[in-house]
């Protein structure tokens, strides 16, 4: 009876050990893919930043006058670059089944998803900082007019040049603009607001004397902030769906790193 039971434990041994193993290379190439994901995911996030930081159209003015933009970019690809690394280290921890890269890799990535948490919350907590209400008053404090050289009037007339668009809400922002009236009296809107042949900066305008003269066929009567919320409404909801999903994915890597962890022998 010994002898003829232990050949049936044996079975039922390898048969055990068998699963196991075969459990574990799944947790190990869906963490691979997991992982590949996130090397994607940060990859892209990168390029975002360094597209966000670099792009000529007077985005990075608009970015260096609102510190919370600012922060925001600088976020978006320490965020990408820091995700590019840990995908990279996630995939070379589950192929090689390194116990101390995998240890390594969840630390790193627990952190980087409360950091991304904790960024997804003070977003929603400080959203009323990008109201129209509020680049609205900041226009009527400190815009100065056409062809100045600071910062903040200079970015103004790059946006509305380029999104053929005037002040915040429209025209009338520039009725109580107090730096504008006082240097500009006689003008009803900035140069950038009236309309031009071609809509950029090298396009010839249509006709300055009537546009300054407050003649709604020559100004580009539409404000900017629909207009550029428009343009990006898209990209936000594309945006706010990836961050979901990275997240998911981030979290689902860290169960995997576990798994894997506790099975590698």
């Not at 090689?96 to 904790?118: D, G, P, Q, T, Y």
Request: hydrophobic share 45%.
């Amino acid at each position: 009876g010994k002898t003829a039971g232990n050949p049936a434990r044996k079975r039922s041994a390898d048969h055990s050990t068998k699963m196991e193993g075969d459990n574990l290379s799944c947790i190990k190439y869906l963490m691979f893919i997991f992982n590949f994901l996130i090397f994607l995911g940060g990859a892209t996030l990168l390029g975002l930043g360094v597209w966000v930081l670099v792009d000529p159209t007077g985005f990075r003015e608009i970015i260096a006058t609102t510190p919370l933009l600012f922060i925001g970019a600088y976020l978006v690809l320490a965020m990408g670059g820091m995700l590019f690394l840990l995908g990279f280290l996630g995939c070379c921890g589950a192929i090689r089944e390194n116990k101390c890269l995998l240890v390594f890799f969840f630390m790193f990535i627990l952190m980087i998803f409360l950091a991304e948490l904790s960024a997804a919350i003070l977003a929603f907590l400080f959203r009323e900082n990008l109201s129209k209400d509020f680049f609205a008053r900041e226009v009527k404090r400190h815009y100065h007019g056409d062809n100045s050289t600071e910062v903040f009037s200079s970015t103004w007339n790059s946006i509305m040049i380029t999104f053929g668009c005037c002040g915040v809400n429209g025209p009338d922002d520039f009725n109580d603009a107090l730096r504008f009236r006082a240097l500009h009296p006689y003008d009803a809107v900035p140069e950038a607001c009236c309309r031009r042949e071609v809509q950029s900066k090298a396009g010839k305008v249509i006709s300055r004397r009537d546009c300054l003269l407050d003649r709604e066929d020559y100004q580009n009567r539409q404000g900017c902030y629909s207009v550029i919320l428009n343009s990006v409404e898209p990209y936000v909801y594309l945006a706010g769906a990836l961050a979901i999903g990275v997240l998911a994915i981030e979290l689902l890597s860290m169960v995997f790193a576990m798994c894997l962890f506790r099975g590698i022998q």
